[in-house]
Each structure stands twice: as C-alpha cells, then as structure tokens.
C-alpha cells in the first residue's frame, strides 16, 4: 500500500519561529509564530469588561486589551451565560474555592432568542474565548462560550452534552467513546470527542481529560489577583498546539534546527505518543539552512505569487478581493493529440483540484472562494471533479463547505478564517533598466522546466533562448540543471544567452529555427 511521508520542519529566526509542514516532501500548511503577535491567539481565554452592549446588533463590543475592541455576538454567549458569570464573581471574591463544578449550583438556561441587553450591562466583567484573531483592521472574535481543548478530548466547562466528532464514521466506535466518556466525565462540564481518540483506549482519554482539568483549576487560582482585562489562560505554546491539531501516526520525521524547540517538540511527543517520539530530530548543518535542505525555500517562492504554475504546463491564477477570493484554472497552450478536449479538461482540472486544496491550506484562505475550472460537457465528469476536490479538502482543519458545481463550471468554497491570510512577498526588484518589480528568479526556471518537459516529447532538437543570467543559472555547476535535464531526457537543450530580453523572457526553438509554442 502506498504510504504517505508527513514531516514537520520547524526553523527559529531572531524574531519568528516558522512551521512547515511537508507531505511527500510538498508544502501544504506554512506557520509563524512571533513574538509580537502571540498575544491573541485562538483558544486563548481572557477576563474582559464589556464595553457597551449594542441592542442593533445584539451584541456587545468588550475590552480585552487589544487595541479594537472585540466582538461578541449574543448567540456566542452560550445558553449558561448566568451560571458562567455567578462563579466568575465568587471565584474572583475568593468566596468559592472549590472549582470543579460538582457542588456548583448552576442558573437557569439564557433564552437563544433573547436580546443582549437583558444579560449584559457595561463595565461587567465576562470570561471570554477568542475564536477569531485579529485580521485586518477588526479586533478579534470572542465567545463566551469557553472550551480547553486537548489531543483527544476538548473540555467544556457549564455544559453536560457529550459528542462525538463527526469524521468518526463507525456507529459502534461512536457507542463505545461515548460510554466510556459517560464513565469518566466530571460533573459540570460537557465533553467533545475528537476523531484522533478513534480505538483508544479509557486510560489516554482519562489522562487527556485530567490535563484539561488541572488547566481550568490553574486558570481559575489566576481569576482572584486578575487584572480586567487580562489573559488568564494562554493557548500552550506553538509547537504543542500545532502537534495537538495535526499530529498522528502517519508522520514520519520532525525536524528542529534549535536546541529548545527540539526538546520542547520531544517533550510533547513523550507525552502524547510516546513512540513517536523518536522521529524529532535535532537539525545541526550550519553550511545548509533547513528550509533550503527541504526545499522549502524555493516552494515558498513558487507557491504564493499571483499566478501558481502546476505539472503538465498548467497553472492557476490567484485574485483577491475584500469579499471573496477567485481562483482561475488555465490549461496553458497544451496540445495533446491523443486526448479531446474534455479528457484534457479533466486532467487538468483534477491537478487543480489538488493544488486548489494545497493553497487554501498553505495560504490560510478564508471567506468565499470561487473557482472558475476548464468547461466539462460531461455531468459525469463534474461529478468526479467535485468529488476528488471534497476528497482532497478532507485533511483541511479548517471548516468548510463546497457546493457543487454551477452549470458555469463554477464551484464555490466557503472556508473558516480564523487567523490573519498568509501572504508572503513573491515579487523581488528588476534587475533589468526597466525599473519596478518582478517575479522571483526562481519561478522563470519552474516554467522553463515545465514547459520543456512538455516540448522535448514532440521535437528531436529543443534551443532554449533566455537571458543571460537565467542562462548562467541552467549550464554553470556541476552537474547543472541542463546536464539534469539530458539525463532525464536522453536529449541535449542549447541555450543561448539574449542580452535584449527581458529578464523572465525565454522562447524555445526546433532544429529549423522555428519558434516552438510553450
């Protein structure tokens, strides 16, 4: 059976830890941790004052100490609002000592149609969650609906349901975690199932629900001395909550090049699965940084411009706007005799579909994004493409929904956005007299490659003309990129240095001199 390579590569800079993670040596999810920026995080729950309830919107705008005010919808509240702000005030008078909730005696339930006025009043203080960093120019989402969520259980505090996730598809799997969660739950609080407890066992899911415990006691000791606002409970650090959320048994190499993120990364693993533990290793080649080692440098570079060259000479093209994102699929000039048009179609919309998948994740896309895929005629194939889009989407964390295609062959995604898009500066100065901004260097050769790849199938005799730097770049070193590609090809590429063509110009002739379409 064929088995996927999954590997997490974390770098430490002066200023930003940055996570890559790898799948068969691709980049699908790109993370940076700064140390500016870490202060509202998702998960992270904080004592806030609520500034002014807004009876228009029905919600109310809280301090938490950012310099926005967060927002906070009536129905984020939660149905135990009265319950949850009663023990905030004994909590904080040191009146009530003991926290676990079992003694507790909880208020009655919120009306889910009721108005916020009625249940908030300014300068109240409010236990909130944010569920939404700060984007752009909006303060973050909060709820006050708090849950503490750990690798196999979260934890909801002021709640009695118990659920089970959804990706767990065995109706008896979904019996049996609920009884043994049912045997375990302490009074008071609710209980989520995430899919990774799928066959563990009444121990690990006991072990996991005690953490959560001990963090909601530390929590609670931090209420009485709070400030309001402060942060009163932060997510953990970066490293054991990216692990929490993606980690499982299919990753085979962890790969740290800083001695206390290694032990860090090591120290979770021993605690989570402790025989993975193994696969985190220390990264010590200071001639060859890490992300040039995993090439993630160069996938960077290619992977985040505007436009997103694919195998087979197809590419995407990526725009943005405020309220949606709209994402082209473009065949480029193939001409493939053996194939119609609509089998080619498919080919190339099935290779978007994957890297569609690759970029929403990698870039963090959220909102509304529409897809304009080649035109199929077949609703059979419609079909497939749509499928095989939901099938590579299932590993997205992220909330999504995809709706099936419109008779224009456009097909809408809605995804979740809680933390600020990824976007990372492809463009570098010309270094032709022209002046103004260029593609990075390297995405000139990634479509060189692309489109001989393609050519040097039709044509005994290919001569590569291209500009004198990009020239160099292919024939210096030993071997060189052209030694690479004759060995790959059975086929020697001339190239021929051009001062007057601009720096990402490159044309391919045949032996006749007539030019070749790319």
């Not at 040097?456 to 590609?485: C, D, E, M, Q």
Request: hydrophobic fraction near 40%; include cysteine.
């Amino acid at each position: 059976m064929y088995s996927v390579n999954k590997e997490l590569i974390i770098r430490s800079g002066s200023e930003a830890v940055d996570f890559a993670l790898l799948k068969d040596g691709k980049l699908i999810e790109l993370h940076k941790e700064r140390e500016d920026t870490s202060k509202f995080n998702v998960g992270d729950i904080f004592i806030a004052k609520i500034r002014k309830p807004v009876a228009g919107l029905n919600a109310a705008f809280v301090n938490v100490g950012f310099e926005k005010d967060a927002f906070l919808h009536y129905h984020d509240l939660g149905p135990n609002l009265l319950s949850v702000q009663k023990f905030i005030k004994l909590v904080s008078a040191g009146k009530l000592k003991d926290y676990s909730l079992k003694n507790f005696a909880f208020e009655p339930e919120i009306d889910k149609n009721g108005a916020i006025a009625d249940v908030l009043s300014a300068n109240q203080s409010v236990l909130v969650q944010v569920v939404k960093e700060p984007i752009s120019t909006k303060g973050p989402r909060i709820s006050s609906e708090l849950s503490l969520a750990g690798r196999y259980v979260v934890l909801v505090p002021f709640s009695d349901r118990i659920s089970i996730s959804q990706k767990i598809e065995s109706k008896e799997e979904k019996d049996r975690l609920k009884r043994l969660v049912q045997s375990i739950r302490p009074k008071g609080f609710g209980v989520i199932v995430r899919t990774v407890a799928e066959g563990k066992k009444v121990a690990e899911l006991d072990k996991d629900l005690q953490n959560l415990l001990d963090k909601w006691t530390g929590m609670c000791k931090r209420l009485p001395s709070a400030h309001h606002p402060s942060k009163i409970l932060g997510e953990v650090n970066k490293v054991s909550s990216i692990l929490r959320d993606v980690f499982n048994d299919t990753f085979t190499g962890i790969y740290a090049d800083d001695e206390d993120l290694y032990y860090q990364t090591k120290d979770y693993l021993q605690e989570i699965a402790p025989q993975k533990a193994n696969i985190v290793k220390l990264y010590q080649n200071r001639d060859l940084p890490l992300f040039e080692k995993y090439n993630i440098e160069r996938q960077i570079k290619t992977s985040f411009g505007k436009t997103v060259s694919m195998s087979k000479g197809a590419y995407l093209i990526i725009e943005h706007t405020e309220a949606l994102h709209v994402i082209d699929v473009n065949s480029g000039n193939r001409s493939n005799k053996s194939h119609s048009q609509e089998d080619t179609a498919l080919e190339v919309n099935m290779i978007a579909a994957a890297e569609i998948a690759r970029q929403l994740r990698l870039r963090d896309m959220g909102g509304i994004i529409v897809i304009d895929f080649i035109d199929m005629g077949h609703p059979d194939n419609r079909k497939k493409l749509f499928d095989f889009l939901r099938e590579e989407m299932s590993d997205d964390k992220a909330k999504h929904k995809i709706l099936p295609p419109s008779k224009f062959g456009l097909i809408q995604i809605t995804r979740q956005r809680v933390r600020p898009e990824v976007n990372i500066k492809t463009r570098e100065e010309n270094p032709d007299s022209g002046g103004g901004e260029i593609e990075a260097p390297i995405l000139v050769i990634d479509r060189i490659q692309s489109d001989l790849e393609r050519i040097i199938r039709n044509h005994k005799k290919v001569v590569l003309n291209t500009h004198p730097f990009v020239a160099a770049y292919l024939t210096k070193g030993f071997p060189s990129i052209r030694a690479k590609w004759y060995l790959e090809h059975k086929k020697w590429v001339k190239i021929i240095p051009r001062d007057a063509y601009t720096f990402l110009e490159y044309h391919f002739y045949d032996s006749k001199g007539n030019a070749v379409s790319e």
